[in-house]
């Protein structure tokens, strides 16, 4: 199970987003003009497939662990982007090539009809697309690098962490799926990113 990625076969997963934001903002008291969107490993790509998808609405998204599934879009509008991704993720590898690295049979097969790009030139590409400087690099953390651009009305950034899973940065470890970081709370540097990216 999975979502049908914008510009992509399938069920009309955008239509069904694309409506229900509307339904809510129809019936509940919201800024039409702060508007997010946010997903791990599938949902990281479809939060960024909607930067397009849903014609310039958004005004930040957060991609961990897949930032690097859905490639950028053209032309995207001024879009905040904070994304996370471990060094040793085996299902969606931040060196990029097939996913799944660990899997069998069938899910082997599918896997290796795909190609991923490596994380940092997919964070890239969609930095250039933005028309972004940069990027200056720091260490906010001793296991953390963190990748940052200065776009006009938006800012992108990436946050490697060094030898972390395909897990969420501070949230409650889940072994099978490699080491989850306590260096990092991505929630809170998620809500801080939304907090500041500008209106829409």
Same mark, same amino acid.
């Given at each position: 199970?999975?979502?049908?990625?914008?510009?992509? &076969?399938?069920?009309?997963? #955008?239509?069904?987003? @694309?409506?229900?934001? /509307?339904?809510?903002?129809?019936?509940?008291?919201? %800024?039409?003009?702060?508007?997010? /969107?946010?997903?791990?490993?599938?949902?990281? &790509?479809?939060?960024?497939?909607?930067?397009?998808?849903?014609?310039?609405?958004?005004?930040? +998204?957060?991609? +961990? /662990?897949?930032?690097?599934?859905?490639?950028?879009?053209?032309?995207?509008?001024?879009? @905040?982007?904070?994304?996370?991704?471990?060094?040793?993720?085996?299902? +969606?590898?931040?060196?990029?090539? !097939?996913?799944?690295?660990?899997?069998?049979?069938?899910?082997?097969?599918? $896997?290796?009809?795909?190609?991923?790009?490596?994380?940092?030139?997919? #964070? $890239?590409?969609? $930095?250039?697309?933005?028309?972004? &400087?940069?990027?200056?690099?720091? #260490?906010?953390?001793? *296991?953390?690098?963190? !990748?940052?651009?200065?776009?006009?009305?938006?800012?992108? %950034?990436?946050?490697?962490? =060094?030898?972390?899973?395909? =897990?969420?940065?501070?949230?409650?470890?889940?072994? *099978?799926?490699?080491?989850?970081?306590?260096?990092?709370?991505? =929630? *809170?540097?998620?809500?801080? &990113?939304?907090?500041? /990216?500008?209106? *829409?």
């Amino acid at each position: 199970m999975g979502w049908t990625l914008p510009r992509t &076969a399938g069920p009309d997963d #955008t239509g069904f987003l @694309t409506a229900l934001l /509307a339904h809510l903002e129809r019936r509940l008291c919201v %800024r039409a003009d702060r508007r997010f /969107a946010a997903g791990m490993s599938y949902g990281a &790509a479809m939060a960024t497939g909607l930067i397009c998808a849903l014609d310039g609405k958004l005004s930040a +998204v957060a991609a +961990v /662990a897949g930032i690097n599934i859905a490639r950028p879009c053209r032309p995207p509008a001024p879009t @905040t982007i904070i994304a996370f991704h471990g060094t040793d993720d085996r299902i +969606v590898p931040y060196d990029g090539g !097939h996913p799944f690295r660990d899997a069998t049979g069938d899910l082997r097969e599918l $896997a290796d009809l795909i190609v991923l790009d490596p994380v940092e030139r997919a #964070t $890239a590409g969609w $930095a250039d697309l933005l028309g972004c &400087a940069g990027p200056g690099t720091t #260490t906010p953390a001793p *296991r953390v690098r963190l !990748h940052d651009w200065t776009c006009p009305g938006a800012t992108v %950034r990436l946050y490697t962490v =060094t030898g972390g899973g395909h =897990t969420w940065p501070g949230a409650m470890p889940v072994p *099978r799926l490699g080491h989850t970081t306590s260096e990092l709370d991505a =929630t *809170r540097l998620i809500l801080d &990113a939304f907090d500041r /990216a500008p209106s *829409r």
